[in-house]
């Protein structure tokens, strides 16, 4: 059915099963981003996350039950045993391990792009210097309380996450002070996948052009446009 869509037929189709992904964090947006991405039809999926499943991650992240929880089970492994059965067809490459300055570049190898689902702000800066170095696109997403936000790099066409936040500040919410919301997090994940899916398809007239923040308690949608407002190019990227 989704090859009917305009810009997508049975070459995007290809397109997508020869494309690998990297998915940071197997949480509420990396599971249902992963699991949006395996149904479509993407090649193979390289599924990071050191953690495990808890009961009280289930009412957000969609990819689990009460049988992984009860075992405790590791997130990449029932993760890659969830995808499986959804569709056998792609490849599913677990790892057991929290993404670093020490090991990105070797859990990015190969990656045509990367999904950030990562739950702590400081590991996104060392994946933007490497995506940088690497030439690698990636689509961050983000989600606190009742609100989120998603944003598509691309190193040496857009700004990079440096330009976005010259310095690493402490949120002003948190998952574990504020709780989240688990429509938000699927939703953001929804957002996340579907700009993916844009870039493994080749439609770039069609990606987000700056932050998309989504508040649902009330519903609001803004795009934020970056603007550098006559200040210097960025030390990280030049751009």
């Not at 870039?199 to 649902?216: D, P």
């Amino acid at each position: 059915m989704q090859e009917r869509l305009a810009g997508w037929g049975t070459e995007g189709q290809t397109r997508l099963a020869d494309s690998t992904v990297v998915v940071l964090g197997l949480g509420g947006l990396g599971g249902t981003a992963a699991m949006l991405l395996a149904r479509a039809g993407v090649g193979r999926l390289r599924l990071v996350d050191p953690d495990q499943v808890a009961l009280d991650n289930l009412h957000r992240q969609l990819l689990y039950d009460e049988a992984d929880a009860a075992l405790a089970a590791p997130k990449a492994h029932a993760a890659a045993r969830h995808l499986a059965q959804a569709n056998q067809e792609t490849t599913l490459e677990p790892v057991e391990e929290a993404f670093g300055q020490d090991n990105g570049a070797a859990l990015l190898n190969g990656a045509d792009l990367v999904l950030d689902c990562l739950d702590q702000p400081e590991p996104r800066f060392g994946l933007n210097q490497i995506c940088l170095e690497l030439g690698l696109p990636w689509v961050h997403a983000g989600v606190t309380a009742t609100q989120g936000q998603v944003l598509v790099l691309r190193p040496g066409l857009t700004a990079c996450l440096r330009c976005w936040l010259p310095q690493p500040s402490r949120p002003a919410l948190t998952s574990d002070r504020n709780g989240i919301l688990g429509p938000a997090a699927s939703l953001m994940a929804s957002l996340q996948a579907n700009e993916a899916l844009k870039l493994l398809l080749g439609r770039e007239e069609s990606l987000l052009k700056g932050m998309l923040v989504v508040r649902l308690w009330p519903p609001s949608f803004r795009e934020v446009r970056f603007s550098r407002q006559g200040q210097k190019p960025c030390p990280v990227c030049g751009y």
